[in-house]
C-alpha cells in the first residue's frame, strides 16, 4: 500500500475517531496519546524512509484506537493511582521492578516498570512500561521520561 493512500487512511480513521459523539475527554486524551506512542513505536521500527512513514501511521492509528478504549475504561481515581504509581516508578522504582496501583472502588489496576536511568541532553531520563488492565485484558503501552530542571517529569515524545 502506497504512503499516501496509508495517510488517507489514517485521516480517515482521525475524523471518524474525532467525530464520534459519545466521545469524552478520557477517550479522546487516549485516543490522543496512545495515537503519539504508537507512531513513535510505528516510526522506530519503520526501517527505511518510505517504511517509516508506514509504520508512524500504523502505529498511531492502531496506537490510538487502544488508548481510546484505555481512556474510556479509566475513571478520574483510577488515573490517579496509575499516576502516582508512573511518578513512584520514575524517582525511585528500581530497574526492572513493576510498581502496582490499584482502584479497589472500580476494580481496575495495573503496574509501571522502569528501566535503568540514563542521561540525555542533559536531563536524566528513563524508559517505562505501563500496564492497565481493562476488563482483564492487559493493555501495555510504553514510553520515555525526562525530569525537568524542576524535579519534576515530563513524558518524552
Known sequence: MSASRLLVLAILAA??????????????????????????????????????????????????????????????EDRRRADAAQMQALETGPSGAPVPW??????RYGNVVPG???QAN?????????????????QIGRGTACRNPDGTWATAN
Open 116 to 118: 535503568p536511568a540514563y
Open 102 to 107: 490499584r482502584n479497589p472502588d472500580s476494580g
Open 15 to 76: 475524523s471518524l475517531a474525532g467525530c464520534s459523539s459519545d466521545s469524552g475527554p478520557k477517550e479522546v486524551g487516549g485516543t490522543a496519546l496512545g495515537a503519539v506512542a504508537g507512531g513513535a513505536i510505528g516510526n522506530a521500527i519503520g526501517g527505511s524512509a518510505g517504511n517509516r512513514l508506514a509504520g508512524t501511521l500504523i502505529g498511531a492509528a492502531a496506537g490510538g484506537l487502544i488508548g481510546n478504549r484505555i481512556g474510556a475504561a479509566m475513571d478520574d
Open 122 to 138: 542533559g536531563a536524566t531520563c528513563r524508559q517505562f512500561t505501563q500496564t492497565v488492565y481493562v476488563d482483564g485484558m492487559p
